[in-house]
């Protein structure tokens, strides 16, 4: 049932037309009709007949008219070769949407007393990698909580800090040092009650009865217990800083729910007392460890750039591979004129070793994420089935916060609930790929995977690969060529943040767009060796990966080709909008599915249009990068409270989409060409909403004047911290004796600790400390 609720204190002024509900989608799917079955069978049935008969009455038609110029003949080819696959991008969508209906309607979710009974004998390890870069504390503090309230036997949290450890900068270093402290204000705050319960578990345990069934004053103290927890729980939700609709989502649906479950449990356990039910001690000692699951955590922080034996390469696969090829060794700290170095520790264990625990599985989750309690549990028991042994990673895809603030940010949430539903179809058709933003993985799977380099004389293990900003995608890949699946678990179970203004949204849909063609290579040896095998890949899973790598590049391209040139009339006719209607009244029907409007099926058009420029600059880069073999850093989507600034070149570019729009108006109208104008027109239409609706006209106007300031601007170089750093690497005689090399320069890292030593004497002690 839907219900409004007010936030408080709104960082991010709301605009008009956005969403006022922040109530989320239910974690359960509902059960498509069979109405509703039937069209989505008959949408991909009319897609490919209006295709054909576009093929047949215009094009052939055409050749066999004449006469044709060479012009025309290339013309013809080329728009064909367009509209064909656009349509297949379409019929992949309406495939993957019949995919996902297929398994809505026949998920069942397994009751809880069963998952208890099973982790109450198996307690399989798990670990949970936050990899951080540059976040606000705020917002990885929800994400930590969010992890340490799952309810698991033991779950270990490792927060992977990848911040330059010694910033000179006092704001960033206090930010950084607030980062740091989380872990344990986290577990200080969830000691009170791990004890307590913990204590209560060795109690009735101690005291447990010869008989079967439990006593029914055993029946009503446990109940007790559950409403202490359930109101020590609506306490902290009420405590949390409810600022945003993220705020608001985490302290009612994270905190507040489980607080809802656990009073249910309180009410079920009166009522069985009320009734004089005895229970089975077996299951009132798995109601008992539930309480001593949701608390028992174990927080740490972990910085690898602290570190020079392993990898400082800025993307967030190596922060994680750093930390993973670390798990199940032992290794002692010693310190070199590069920074501390971890080296393997012989048999002999001190008290300086430095232990990295191993688990049997890894739970991926972003620093912006944030998961409901019953993530792990579900998706590990899922793993833990015979018939899953050979599945490496399972995942929900997330859905957006609702109740966003701004218009962009709620139908920016809207598409990201839609790949939800269509990524839930991929996996129909064994198409799985791994989304990235949360994921429990099977270790021995990226063992499978993993790469071994030798770097510096250090060794470097990959398990995920880096060589684009898409790792998790081309780690799919990878993990099906060693013959292991991926699975999306048919409930909503995560949720992750969407930018809230167009700059933001450029540096996150820039680096979507990028790698996809990279990967492509790999995706072919893998059918080749599938096939070699005599395990061939089912040809919708191989359409549906190729249109998940490609679609972005052939998708730019074309509608670049559609706006900027005037197409032959002859070509044109009603069913190519025939053939493009069943993906727009399907995506229609998603969106009413997923509580947002039929008419956003415009907005998302719009929307699509002013980010083409941002679609193809992630495209070129691809092919840029695969030309020069190089890496590019992750780009971290900004997260800030107020507006990012968007380069001129993006914001002018929907301008200029208009402008062509416009020019293509006018000129099928001069040469009566009524179907590019009537296109041309639409484009115009929806370009210019989205542009005043997403980007705004003030804020286009301060972003160009900002752009051409910045251009003109030189700021004048603070050399003080490179000259300290030189003055470090030259007075340091360690380095010398260490690289047995005068040319050679100390990491930045270390250069970095050693100028802030260096000015020591001009820093206040506690900073210098803590750096």
């Known amino acids: 049932m839907s219900r409004l609720r007010r936030t408080r204190g709104l960082a991010r002024k709301r605009q008009w037309g956005t969403e006022r509900d922040p109530t989320p989608l239910s974690i359960f799917h509902d059960k498509p009709s069979t109405r509703k079955m039937v069209y989505s069978r008959l949408a991909i049935i009319f897609t490919i007949g209006f295709w054909i008969t576009y093929v047949i009455t215009t094009i052939i038609r055409q050749y066999f008219i004449g006469p044709n110029t060479f012009r025309f ?85 490792v927060l992977l800090l990848d911040d330059a450890p010694y910033p000179t900068d006092p704001d960033t270093l206090a930010r950084l040092n607030a980062t740091r402290q989380l872990a344990k ?17 060795a109690e009735f345990l101690r005291e447990e009865p ?42 009612h649906d994270v905190v507040g729910g489980l607080s809802e479950e656990l009073r249910l449990v309180h009410e079920a356990l009166i009522a069985s007392y009320n009734d004089k039910a005895r229970l089975p001690v077996s299951r009132v000692s798995q109601l008992y460890q539930r309480l001593t699951w949701i608390f028992n955590t174990e927080l740490e922080v972990f910085e690898r750039k602290k570190f020079a034996s392993l990898s400082h390469e800025p993307n967030k696969a190596m922060n994680l591979n750093s930390y993973i090829g670390l798990m199940g060794r032992t290794y002692n700290q010693v ?30 989750l972003d620093a912006d994420s944030i998961l409901r309690t019953g993530y792990c549990l579900r998706l590990v028991y899922f793993l833990q089935q015979p018939d899953n042994a050979r599945v490496a990673v399972v995942q929900t895809p997330y859905s957006s916060f609702r109740g966003a603030a701004t218009r962009i940010e709620r139908i920016a949430g809207a598409t990201t609930d839609i790949q939800h539903i269509l990524h839930q179809g991929m996996t129909y058709y064994n198409a799985t790929f791994w989304v990235g933003a949360n994921a429990v993985i099977r270790k021995s799977a990226l063992e499978d995977i993993g790469e071994t380099e030798w770097v510096g004389g250090f060794e470097i ?3 995920i690969q880096d060589r684009t900003v898409i790792e998790d995608t081309e780690s799919s890949v990878d993990l099906a060529k060693h013959n292991w699946t991926l699975f999306n678990y048919p409930e909503r179970l995560s949720y ?19 790698g996809g063609l990279i990967i492509l290579p790999k995706l072919w040896s893998l059918v080749r060796d599938r096939k070699r095998h005599g395990n061939m890949m089912l040809k919708t899973e191989i359409l549906l990966r190729l249109n998940y790598l490609t679609s972005i590049a ?44 039929r008419s956003d099926v415009f907005r998302i058009y719009g929307f699509n249009l002013i980010l083409l420029p941002v679609n193809l600059a992630g495209v070129l880069k691809s092919m840029q990068q695969a030309l ?42 001069v040469q009566q060409n009524w179907g590019n104008a009537a296109f041309a027109a639409f484009n115009a239409i929806t370009a210019l909403w989205a542009v005043v609706e997403f980007i705004g006209i003030k804020n286009t106007v301060v972003d160009v004047w900002l752009s051409v300031l910045n251009w003109l601007y030189v700021p004048v170089k603070k050399k003080q911290i490179d000259q300290e750093k030189e003055h470090a690497h030259r007075a340091h005689w360690q380095s010398i004796l260490y690289h047995g090399d005068a040319e050679m320069r100390l990491s930045e890292s270390a250069l970095d600790h050693l100028a802030l030593t260096a000015r020591a004497p001009h820093l206040e002690e506690k900073e210098v400390m803590t750096s």
């Open 73 to 157: 003949v290339m013309e013809s080819l080329g728009y064909l070769v367009i509209v064909t696959l656009l349509t297949f991008s379409a019929l992949m969508y309406l495939l993957a949407r019949q995919g996902a209906l297929q398994r809505f309607s026949k998920h069942v979710r397994v009751p809880r007393a069963e998952i208890d009974r099973y982790f109450d004998k198996n307690q399989p390890t798990i670990t949970v990698l936050v990899p951080s870069y540059n976040e606000e504390p705020g917002v990885v503090r929800k994400t930590l909580l969010s992890a340490a309230l799952q309810e698991y036997p033991h779950i270990r949290i």
């Open 185 to 201: 204000d986290i577990e200080q705050l969830l000691a009170e009650p791990r004890l307590l319960f913990e204590s209560k578990l």
């Open 210 to 251: 010869s008989s079967s069934h439990a006593s029914l004053a055993v029946t009503k103290e446990l109940a007790e217990h559950y409403a202490w927890a359930a109101d020590w729980l609506d306490q902290l939700g009420s405590k949390e800083e409810k600022g945003d609709h993220v705020g608001e989502f985490f302290a």
């Open 335 to 364: 310190d070199t004129p590069d920074g501390p170095i971890l080296v393997p520790a012989s048999g002999i264990r001190s008290g300086e070793n430095i232990v990295f625990p191993d688990s049997e599985f890894v739970l991926t």
């Open 461 to 463: 293990r990959r398990f």
């Open 496 to 514: 992750s943040a969407t930018p809230p203004d167009f700059g933001s949204l450029i540096v996150q849909r820039r680096r979507w767009a990028n």
């Open 554 to 597: 052939w998708a730019s391209f074309g509608l670049i080709f559609l706006l900027a040139y005037p197409i032959d009339g002859r070509l044109l006719s009603p069913f190519v909008l025939l053939a493009a209607l069943p993906y727009f009244l399907a995506m229609a029907s998603d969106l009413k599915y997923s509580r947002y409007k």
């Open 628 to 669: 020069s073999a190089k890496k590019i850093p992750f780009a971290r989507t900004p997260k800030v409270k107020e507006r990012t600034v968007s380069p001129m070149l993006y914001v002018i570019s929907p301008l200029i989409i208009i402008g062509i729009s416009l020019f293509t108006l006018w000129q099928g109208k």
